[in-house]
């Protein structure tokens, strides 16, 4: 599980705002226990042959910089390899791409006159509904759900922990009234389906895979024609 963009209701978008997006994200990859083995190895396939001792960070690989600088001075046609490599290896991971995404303008739109400065930091509510989606569609499998979220600092790894143990105590935050028709899971049900919540490096390759998903799931909601989300579709039907 992977973060994207600013969690703060009330932000200074900077150059996004001539792009017409600006989000808060939670979210990443779903892969049973028994395919994360196979996911490890073509992942370590995948450094072995372009050299990378680095953590595949999305947006270095998509702006080539930082440690992805050297993709830069590569000819277009070593670049257009590489860009294709890292696609196959996506398609060929045995995983399911999930998130929740919260478009700031809109929620703001929806909250800040109600709530004012008391609207909740977007990711409380994508937190909450992104694990709750993963939590159910644990359950459809009979299985049961590890949270594994990277890590980012002491003070919002501690935040991250009360929302999911608030799910398993008092259940998800929504007004009842008006999230009844998403049939949200019950404290009980999420207690009976959360496992364990672990935060990992941007070393650990499931953290990659998840920082890899997330930005095009993101881009989906503000441009259906993105390339990478366009493909990403292709793999899902």
Not at 10 to 31: C, E, I, T, Y
Not at 105 to 132: D, H, M
Request: one cysteine or more; proline letters at 6%; hydrophobic letters at 30%.
């Amino acid at each position: 599980m992977d973060d994207s963009g600013t969690r703060h209701p009330d932000h200074n978008p900077g150059k996004r705002a001539g792009h017409n997006f600006d989000w808060f994200a939670l979210g990443g990859v779903l892969v049973n226990d028994t395919d994360e083995h196979a996911a490890r190895e073509l992942h370590a396939a995948f450094c072995r042959k372009w050299g990378l001792t680095c953590p595949i960070h999305s947006v270095e690989v998509r702006a080539r910089t930082r440690n992805f600088l050297w993709l830069e001075r590569r000819p277009k046609r070593n670049q257009d390899i590489f860009y294709e490599d890292l696609y196959q290896l996506k398609k060929a991971m045995p995983v399911v791409g999930l998130a929740c995404v919260i478009d700031r303008p809109g929620y703001n739109a929806r909250y800040r006159e109600k709530y004012g400065r008391q609207r909740w930091s977007l990711c409380k509510s994508a937190f909450t509904i992104s694990v709750e989606r993963a939590a159910k569609y644990a359950r459809s499998l009979d299985c049961r759900l590890r949270v594994l979220p990277e890590r980012c600092n002491k003070t919002e790894d501690r935040i991250l922990k009360g929302y999911y143990n608030d799910l398993k105590t008092a259940g998800p935050p929504f007004d009842p009234t008006t999230s009844e028709k998403y049939r949200p899971l019950s404290a009980e049900e999420f207690r009976k389906t959360l496992l364990e919540f672990d935060p990992k490096m941007k070393t650990s390759p499931m953290a990659q895979l998840a920082d890899l998903y997330l930005w095009p799931i993101c881009m989906g909601g503000y441009n259906a024609d993105n390339r990478p989300y366009r493909r990403r579709r292709r793999m899902a039907n």
